[in-house]
């Protein structure tokens, strides 16, 4: 890398606001000549530690004491960690926000949510674009990330080249083909020199490297065609378009149709299908509320709460509170996502309710067999083995359960009970696990 230039005539100070050392609201300050610029205002989901608590945000109170130097922000992507907190610091500012179209639809809908549409000016940046914002010189280049359109940025000053990186996948075949510009970061690096990179990324002290998104597709489309006959469930992120795409392309391949779930879930995949990063033909996707139209085989629903968020829609049918969709003993559930860090447990508890809602009883028949109170308990062993997936899983184990976390029972040809039909929980590397209630 070549020494970078600099002139020295203007320095440049950066502040970190939130998301130093942290997962969530990632928020920093970049300030010259006397003018600021913002980059991304998110916010961390508060956890069960702080109850009551809405969100944690970025030390906003620093921009509002300086809010007549605040020029404009500039959203590197649309995760909540990086956006959330945009509401928040438009009821005091009002301010141009730069990003790319999918990146401000996104906000768009969080501001009009807030009736704060009218306090923001959004401005769609492209890929490589070079712009001056405020008392800087920025060039937006693509990154590869779990949502599509995010953005590097290549801030200009007088001090040499600060690189932002935003977050990201580093994913040599995405699924768009809209890869990393890799070449221009080699060019400034090697032309005029890049004084200071800020890079981070969630895993990124974990040795190795991701697989691309893309290997992900071949293992969906082989899950869904090996459960052909049964209505299909994918808990994913609803921001992961590039995810989306790929369920709704094996579910079209296996002669399905999508159907959405979850009010996140049905405005990304409508925003997405609108700016045109999500393809997916108006005769494969229908309406939630035609469910009940279609032979459950051929539905594949693309749904929110692969993390176990209280009020997200798998965890609604899991608790058999949905509106729209009951699980029963013949639907097999998909989680296509890892647990975000702090996530494990709500999501083992989502999983846990939604085997749970799928238990029959071989000795009373009765579907949803409650134990406790059913006149199956005094049969019913304290623990049983439910769940032994076969290694070509990749890996083997027997759950063991009480009675209240029995699954489905079930009878072997003789009619002599037995137990276990499947309910389980695997993940591999390429990022999905999966439960799955399936018949012997
Ligand atoms: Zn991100």
Redo the contacts with the bound molecule.
């Keep these: 890398m070549n020494q970078p230039a600099t002139s020295g005539s203007d320095p440049v100070r950066i502040t970190f606001l939130g998301g130093l050392g942290e997962i969530g609201r990632n928020c920093a300050a970049l300030e010259t000549r006397g003018r600021i610029v913002v980059l991304d205002c998110g916010q961390m989901f508060a956890g069960d530690d702080l109850p009551g608590v809405d969100a944690v945000l970025p030390d906003l109170d620093w921009l509002f004491e300086r809010g007549d130097r605040v020029d404009a922000v500039i959203a590197t992507?649309a995760?909540e960690?990086?956006i959330g907190a945009l509401p928040y610091l438009l009821t005091h500012l009002s301010l141009p926000i730069f990003g790319s179209p999918f990146t401000l639809g996104m906000i768009e809908h969080k501001l009009r949510e807030a009736d704060l549409l009218d306090r923001a000016d959004l401005r769609k940046v492209s890929d490589g674009d070079r712009l001056d914002i405020g008392p800087f010189d920025c060039e937006f280049l693509p990154v590869t990330?779990?949502?599509p359109s995010?953005n590097i940025t290549a801030f200009h000053t007088d001090q040499g080249v600060i690189l932002h990186s935003s977050?990201f996948k580093l994913d040599l075949t995405p699924v768009d083909g809209r890869r990393t510009d890799l070449s221009r970061i080699g060019a400034l690096a090697a032309g005029p020199g890049i004084r200071l990179l800020l890079c981070d990324s969630t895993n990124a002290d974990r040795p190795g490297s991701s697989r691309s998104e893309r290997e992900v597709g071949a293992v969906l489309a082989a899950l869904l065609r090996e459960n052909e006959g049964r209505r299909v469930v994918v808990a994913s992120f609803a921001s992961h378009i590039h995810r989306l795409q790929q369920i709704a392309d094996a579910a079209i391949a296996t002669g399905r149709v999508v159907v959405t779930l979850g009010l996140s879930m049905r405005r990304n995949v409508k925003l997405a299908r609108d700016v045109g990063i999500l393809r997916i033909p108006d005769h494969a996707i229908r309406d939630i509320e035609d469910i009940d139209d279609i032979e459950p085989e051929r539905v594949c629903v693309i749904c929110t709460g692969s993390q176990g968020e209280p009020r997200a829609a798998l965890t609604q049918m899991a608790m058999g509170e949905s509106r729209w969709l009951e699980l029963d003993g013949d639907d097999t559930v998909i989680f296509s996502s890892h647990p975000i860090p702090g996530n494990e447990a709500a999501r083992s508890t989502s999983t846990r309710r939604a085997t749970a809602s799928n238990r029959s009883c071989a000795r009373c028949t009765r579907w949803r067999c409650r134990s406790g109170s059913s006149p199956c308990t005094a049969n019913t062993p304290t623990s049983w083995p439910i769940a032994t997936w076969p290694a070509r899983w990749g890996w083997r184990t027997t759950t063991w359960c009480c009675a209240r976390t029995a699954t489905r029972w079930s009878s072997r040809p003789t009619g002599s009970p037995i137990w276990v039909r499947s309910a389980g929980i695997t993940s591999t590397s390429t990022g999905w696990s999966a439960i799955s209630a399936t018949r012997c």
């Design positions: 992507h995760h960690d990086h990330h779990s949502i995010g977050d």
